[in-house]
């Protein structure tokens, strides 16, 4: 009896190393029996940096040291890591387990007898159902061994859990329904977020659109980076709503360039403008232009990299940039905050940013997971980024609270300007109405002395008082002629300016206003004198040519040619001669509707020692039709160019010249031409 138990026990002692070298390479299970998250870690054996073709059984080994973790991981180098299993149904019924191996980036299962299936987070198309696809399916019959293989590969800096289980069909089931649990916490507060940040672009939107600006604008290409962002770490979640599915990539080509983008480059821009660094600290500007720039290049650089397959070295770029810009960002903010008193905008910005820099660091610092030193945390529970997401949302409705303020200034400062045109407008009203008092009486005065010569010298009869008396009338009446143009070209001008005004266009009205008080002095100025020197002429000619031409805006050219030969400075023209002659180019050379731009030029030639040639050309209807459509209109008087022609007849008589005018059609030239050059003559005394 004794010697038969101690045969026995002999036998059992030997049989012990060879189950339990047996445990070690296989997995007996009772497939029958529930399973509820059997780990498979001292199952498992591994294979690292095997290539991508299924290794052989010899390259396999039990050392898994540092492989499996149970929290995220930050990754100094691409995890490629191939795992194999050999499982052995020990019960009496065929039954369908799962292994569930984390949310992994990339990873490819291999089932004896079956197509590789190939699931992951960057690879996986499908709809909200591919979360299903994580846990791989081992079916087997009783008393079957089966061995798997599990292909895992992530190039991600940070790796998720990593903790092979086992499960039974209605375990995983329980695993999936808790997984979704502790989710929805977080995707709530991602959904939540994402509402607010929604509501503040169409805010942002809507007023860019009312008053168009140029920080307005940053601030919604700063809240579409965000939403887009925000919403891809939805994408990361399992069981949570997926917006991009289709392009999984995008969640990683967004994360690091996403908050470089975000939270450097376009914050940065908005600054610059929000707070108008330019002109204000210039020194500042050049910082966060440079900062913006940088931030640029290496948003570049980042999706590069990740182009070429790093998704690493763009986490290191970032923990680096975060850790290298705090002090420097921290100077920034005191800078600037010691200027507030003298900025009403400066609150408002440095509310917001020091809201998100100071919350980001105490999340960064309260990051109590056992992970290796990095400012990349997921933003959600449970990494304390809660304070960072509120860091987000404080910092977004201080930046709009701030757009809204900077609107309201710069709305009353238009009211304002406003407000100050109008009352220039009605000053120049008055002015205008003196002005036309003054010439009335200065008519009223010239022709009664016109009268009184005439009857004097009627008085006489000798003939030297004849000549003296003709004389004499002759330059009173041209005076008067004189008279008669300043209120008409007066009475046009101030008509432009006020359709400036009615416009809205108040730049234009200002530059309007400057040069029409210059033409204005100069009118009553030559008004004065029968003679003015031909650069005076000139000059006055293209002030009044950029008055019309911003009236026409874009609907009018000229120039003017003068011959290198003449003296400008030295010859002499008769005072507004050539003006009525210009103001009907413009009139007539503007409405042509072959033309969609009126063509003005004018030319000034010196055809012989003593005789200056002017020449006026234009791309309009022409003087025929221009008379035909006069003709048609039994109320239009235009008696400018009659004006001119007269004063021409007078200086003729009073000083013996032959100014002599001539008036073109260009049709009559060319058929196919349309037009008016007028060409004048002027000798020189």
Known sequence: MIRTFIISLLFCCSMFPAAYAASLDTLAIDFAAPQRGTDLRPYLQACRSCGDSLPPPGAFTSDTAGLFHATKKMLSQPNDVWLRITVHNTGQKAATHFLFAGWQDDMTWYAPGKQPFRTGLMEDRGNVDRWSHFGFPLTLAPGETGTYYLHIRNRFYRENELMPVFFDAAGFAEFRSTQDELYKREVFVIQMLLGMLLILLSITIINHMQLPDRASLYFAVYMLGLILFFALRLETKPFALSFFSWVPLLKYYWDVPGLLFCFYMMQFLFARTFLGLRERYPLMNNVFRYGAVGAAILVIVCIALMAAGDFITPGMIYTWTYLISMLPL????????????????????????????????????????????????????????????????????????????????????????????????????????????????????QTTEIVRKKNELEEQRKLQMDIEYSKKLAEIELKAIRAQINPHFIFNCLNSIQLFVMQRDFDHAQKYLSDFSYLIRKTLDFSRRNFISLSDEITYLNTYLGLEKMRFEQKMRYEIIVDPQIATSELEVPAMLLQPYVENAVKHGMTNEDHATGLLTL?????????????????????????????????????????????????NTMYNTDIQIEIIDKSSLQANDSGTVVRILIPQL
């Open 330 to 445: 921290g100077i920034s903010f005191v800078a600037l905050a010691r200027r507030t008193r003298h900025h009403p905008l400066m609150r408002f910005y440095l509310f917001g940013a020091i809201s998100l820099y100071l919350l980001s660091i105490w999340a960064f610092v309260a990051n109590a997971q056992p992970t290796e030193f990095t400012p990349l945390p997921e933003l959600v529970y449970p990494y304390h980024a809660h304070a960072l997401v509120l860091g987000v949302l404080l910092q977004a409705m201080f930046f709009a609270a701030g757009l809204s303020y900077r609107n309201k200034l710069l709305h009353q400062e238009k009211t304002k300007t406003q407000e100050l045109l109008i009352r220039q407008l009605n000053k120049n009203k008055e002015l205008q109405r003196k002005l036309n008092a003054r010439l009335e009486e200065l008519v009223r005065e």
């Open 603 to 651: 030319r000034f030639m010196q055809v012989e020692s003593d005789m200056l040639a002017c020449e006026i050309e234009d791309n309009g209807i022409g003087i025929e039709r221009s008379r035909q459509l006069r003709a048609t209109l039994p109320h239009h008087q235009s008696s400018g160019m009659e004006i001119s022609l007269n004063r021409a007849e007078l200086l």
